[in-house]
């Protein structure tokens, strides 16, 4: 079982609705990741936090918007998206500054704009 | 550029039989190889992490090996069962102080496992 939970694991939006994925981990890392993955592709960078600021920013729209309100919680909130938005968006974390970090993904939220 | 690239593409085996997955990087300077196995529609688990110094790291059936001078990574499934069938992927950090940095991701291998 993964130690990265995901909320919700489907989520349903049109273009012009607000709402928010949620991603929590307990296991101390200081890392935390979101990523997307379409169909038979592999997971692609969206932005990282590390010690709780954003470090990287994959030059994301802005209608994604992440959040990391403490070590144990990350947030990526969504607004006015595109159907080219839907996919699988997986949480990950890992603990930064180890050259043998595993990053551990949650099961992801899969996303569907209509 | 950092690369993964990962063969066969694609893979259809028997069950009960073994199979070898190829992972080749040009990721610079190196950091640490993760092979993830995806079932389709969830999270990507991870197998194996080996680092510079590390040539064969085992997980059950799963027997991952590291040649960091040919860059080459080899993941050997052995007596395969039909929950062998998913995506694996090979995942390279180029850094070794990774401060959560970035990792290059291989497009994966479909293994297929039939009875």
């Known amino acids: 079982d993964t130690e990265v939970t995901q909320t919700p694991k489907h989520l349903v939006m049109g273009m012009t609705n607000k709402k928010s994925l949620k991603c929590e981990q307990h296991m101390g890392h200081r890392a935390m990741y979101w990523y997307k993955q379409k169909a038979k592709k592999p997971p692609e960078l969206m932005f990282v936090y590390s010690y709780e600021k954003l470090s990287i920013n994959e030059s994301v729209p802005s209608r994604f918007s992440p959040e990391c309100p403490n070590s144990s919680l990350l947030n990526l909130h969504l607004h006015a998206l595109q159907p080219e938005d839907s996919a699988l968006y997986l949480c990950?974390?890992?603990?930064?500054?180890?050259?043998?970090?595993?990053?551990?993904f949650g099961e992801g939220s899969w996303l569907t704009v209509v | 550029k950092n690369q993964v690239e990962q063969s066969p593409q694609s893979l259809i085996i028997l069950e009960g039989k073994n199979c070898t997955l190829q992972c080749n990087y040009t990721v610079s300077p190196f950091s640490n190889l993760r092979w993830y196995k995806q079932d389709t529609g969830r999270g990507p688990v991870s197998l194996t992490i080996m680092t510079f110094s590390e040539n064969t790291k085992s997980n059950g059936r799963y027997t991952a090996t590291l040649d960091a001078d040919t860059k080459q990574s080899s993941l050997h499934i052995t007596a395969s069962q039909l929950s062998d069938s998913a995506s694996y992927i090979c995942v390279v950090s180029g850094t070794y102080n990774t401060n959560a940095g970035k990792s290059t991701f291989g497009d994966g291998t479909t293994l297929t496992v039939k009875p």
């Open positions: 990950a974390s890992s603990q930064p500054g180890t050259s043998g970090n595993t990053i551990y």
